[in-house]
């Protein structure tokens, strides 16, 4: 791909990278095109699958071994998006515990706390709720997929399927509910959520991606 003397890319080798993303740049998405460029045989990354002298394709081990680590990514990311949101519900909610708005009460000047607010609480308690109910069920997710790993070593490929339907459908709520729960604890932050030194403003960027990756969610629930 790139010359071992100067570093560079190989004639006929385009790299490079995607540019800034709304979030998630912590991670660098690049791109690579090849133009007339050969590659040899023994440079491929081959240890699943492979391409025969004569241009074949051939899996080297079984197909259902590839999808249970596509399994395992996608229950990776609903316990990463399930994480963000509890977070963003901590978040605000001590925000809401510090911030004061407004004299109401009465016999006092001390303004109320956000978090006396009815409305508020509606906001802060469903996504809070929301997120360690998903910790509940996640945990039975991953008990099911370590079982499932388990059996997969002893050559029995029954508890796939079923995997395969619920990582799928809870990659598609559970990023849904952290994307969309996100967004309005942090709103519940007021102009403070604006503040990337927020740190709040940051994690929805970082869940953003969460929706498309690993299978964009409108097929996931499919
Ligand atoms: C931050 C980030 C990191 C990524 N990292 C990687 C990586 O490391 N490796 C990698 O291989 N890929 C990576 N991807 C790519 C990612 O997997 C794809 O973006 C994703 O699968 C969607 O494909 P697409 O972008 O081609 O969307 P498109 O196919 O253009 O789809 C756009 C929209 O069209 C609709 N749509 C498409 N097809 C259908 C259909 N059949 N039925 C109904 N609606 C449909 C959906 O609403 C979909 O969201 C990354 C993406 C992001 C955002």
């Given at each position: ?7 560079e890319p190989l004639?006929g080798?385009q790299?490079?990278d995607v ?34 002298k004569?241009g ?12 249970q680590?596509m ?11 399930a ?9 605000a909610?001590?925000?809401?515990a510090?911030?004061?708005q407004f ?5 006092s000047?001390?303004e109320?706390q956000l978090?006396?607010?009815q409305?508020h ?6 996504h ?5 109910t ?7 997710l ?12 002893n ?14 459908g ?27 030194s927020?740190g709040?403003?940051?994690w ?12 964009v ?6």
């Open positions: 791909m790139r010359s071992l003397e100067t570093h004639p080798v790299v490079g540019g800034t993303k709304i979030g998630y740049n912590t991670i660098d998405n690049g791109y690579l095109m090849f133009n007339q460029y050969r590659v040899p045989r023994k440079a491929l990354l081959s240890r699943f699958v492979s391409i025969t004569t074949d394709f051939k899996m080297k081990s079984n197909p259902r071994i590839i999808y680590i399994v395992q990514t996608r229950i990776a990311i609903t316990a990463g998006a994480n963000v949101l509890h977070r963003a519900a901590c978040c909610t001590r925000y809401a510090c911030r004061r004299a109401s009460i009465k016999g000047d001390e109320r978090l006396d607010y409305l609480q509606d906001t802060l308690s469903k809070l709720s929301i997120a360690m998903l910790h509940l069920v996640i945990s039975d991953i008990n099911l997929e370590t079982q499932s790993s388990i059996e997969i070593q050559g029995s490929f029954k508890l796939l399927d079923i995997l395969h339907h619920f990582s799928a809870m990659k598609a709520l559970v990023t849904d509910f952290c994307y969309v729960g996100v967004d309005e604890l942090r709103q519940a932050c007021g102009g403070a959520g604006f503040l990337l927020s709040i403003a940051d929805w960027g970082e869940a953003a991606p969460f929706p498309t990756f690993e299978g969610n409108v097929i996931m629930y499919q």
